[in-house]
């Protein structure tokens, strides 16, 4: 699903076929995982096919790569550019697109000295679907902020979240939720997550989440339109109390949530902030405007 024959990326500097790229099997992101990435989507627009956020997405990857000791020798304006070859090279107008920038051959522990960019592009739906949500608390907890950058969007982090994915499927939910090392609620394996409370919108502050670029999108539109959101701390049992319940990534977009262990959100959807907050999300990326707000594709 992710490439054909005759699929172009963007691998070591050159706009190859995808079936022609390789890596090192001594890279030292495949043994040790210190690579960075980002998850980016292209949207077709009035005026044309739009990365959305692209300079948030690509400032964010440099930032990752920095954090990890990892040289990007790319500006963002290139990385930019870069992408949308990539994306007209495959006649894409609306896609996903993965950046990576892996490291080179070492097996030392210390950072290489060297970096290799790669870019993709596919056709993917909303990653979570469409229809609502059946979460469980995940057993296993987001990483200790004092263990890691876990701001930075770095490739081993994310087995973290395979785990967490894997034993929520193998339970019959739709996705897990995780927690802090408090034992406050966090974030999904790949998405951020807010809940609503009596017409307030409630998230975990940054620290033990990523910053997530959809998650900053959505709290933007939620206060032009009015809304009240609030960056705090909140545990398990103030969650189950709450009406409503919402992931937010750039693969999932805005994914409504059902429910949580059982217990079922008394909202209805289409009543809740979350869902006022999916529509206006979408017109964003498709027009790149929500009620004359500053956001800007």
């Known amino acids: 699903m992710y490439f054909t024959n005759k699929t172009i990326v963007f ?4 706009f190859v076929k995808a079936k022609d790229a390789t890596v090192s099997m001594f890279s030292q992101t495949l043994h040790y995982g210190n690579g960075v990435f980002e998850g980016i989507r292209a949207y077709s627009t009035p005026g044309g096919t739009k990365i959305f956020k692209a300079r948030e997405h690509y400032q964010r990857l440099k930032d990752s790569a920095a954090k990890m000791h990892i040289r990007c020798n790319y500006s963002v304006k290139e990385l930019i550019d870069i992408t949308y070859e990539v994306l007209k090279r495959n006649k894409f107008s609306d896609a996903y697109i993965r950046p990576v920038l892996y490291s080179g051959i070492n097996m030392k522990l210390v950072p290489s000295e060297e970096s290799m960019l790669f870019i993709a592009a596919w056709k993917w739906a909303r990653y979570l679907g469409n229809k609502l949500l059946h979460v469980t608390i995940s057993s296993y907890e987001r990483p200790n902020p004092n263990s890691c950058h876990v701001e930075a969007k770095v490739t081993g982090h994310y087995v973290n979240s395979i785990l967490a994915t894997q034993e929520a ?3 019959g939910f739709d996705e897990a939720l995780q927690l802090d090392l408090n034992g406050n609620v966090a974030e999904g394996p790949g998405t951020n997550f807010f809940y609503e409370k009596d017409s307030v ?7 033990s989440i990523l910053a997530g670029i959809t998650r900053a999108t959505v709290m933007e539109i939620a206060r032009h339109v009015g809304m009240e959101v609030r960056e705090k701390l909140f545990t398990v049992e103030e969650l189950l109390e709450g009406d409503s319940a919402f992931f937010t990534g750039t693969a999932a977009e805005v994914a ?3 429910s949580v262990d059982g217990y079922q959100f008394p909202l209805p959807w289409e009543d809740s902030m979350g869902y006022i907050l999916a529509q206006k999300y979408r017109q964003l990326i498709r027009t790149g405007d929500y009620s004359h707000s500053t956001t800007i594709i």
């Open 169 to 171: 499927r193998e339970k």
């Open 201 to 207: 919108l409630y998230t975990a502050p940054l620290g």
């Open 11 to 14: 691998a070591n500097g050159e």
């Open 256 to 258: 409504g949530i059902g």
